[in-house]
């Protein structure tokens, strides 16, 4: 079940990431839904994707999300973000101590994806972002609507990527 406020309007941002290592190249997908669209057929919905170079798995869900979040046309909305990625839910919570420590590293070294966490921190704080982790690969009889909706993005950074990589080698 998906809690809508209805005070404020709530987007749901699904965001996935694929990379392949050997090459540093992956692709982000992302799928945006107003409340009205969350019961519209799933082959009516579109994902969006996008290649990113030189990057590596946290590097791409961080970049998919950045993308997703540059291209929302609002402010001050309630955005509920889906998203596997572990790291991405923890930066909302390291927030405080990665700024306080001017994104510098214990060793005093500057934190090595730090011009993405402050572009990140820069866009979140625009909206409201609620962060919610979706355990990826389940069942078909297991998933529910934000499990399949999730489902779609994941293919689509998957799928994307294996075209790629089927075109570069043919």
């Known amino acids: 079940m998906i809690y809508v406020d209805r005070v404020k309007p709530t987007f749901f941002l699904f965001t996935d990431a694929s990379v392949y290592p050997q090459t540093n190249i992956g692709y982000g997908a992302y799928l945006l839904l107003a409340e ?12 969006k994707t996008k290649k990113f170079k030189n990057t590596t798995s946290s590097k791409l869900e961080l970049q998919t999300l950045i993308w997703a979040l540059s291209e929302v046309k609002f402010k ?15 930066l909302q919570d390291r927030r405080e101590r990665i700024i306080k420590n001017n994104y510098m590293t214990k060793k005093n070294e500057l934190l090595r994806n ?9 866009l979140v704080k625009h909206n409201e972002c609620d962060f919610v ?9 297991d998933k529910d609507l934000v499990d399949n909706l999730f489902t779609l993005v994941d293919r689509a950074s998957r799928e ?3 075209y790629f990589l ?4 043919s």
């Open 36 to 47: 009205y669209e969350l019961e519209a057929p799933l082959s009516k919905l579109k994902v």
């Open 76 to 90: 001050k909305r309630k955005i509920i973000i889906f998203t596997d990625c572990q790291n991405l839910i923890s």
């Open 114 to 122: 730090h011009e993405l966490y402050k572009k990140f921190y820069a």
């Open 133 to 141: 982790k979706v355990k990826g690969h389940k069942k078909t009889q």
């Open 160 to 162: 994307a990527l294996r």
């Open 166 to 169: 089927t075109k570069k080698t």
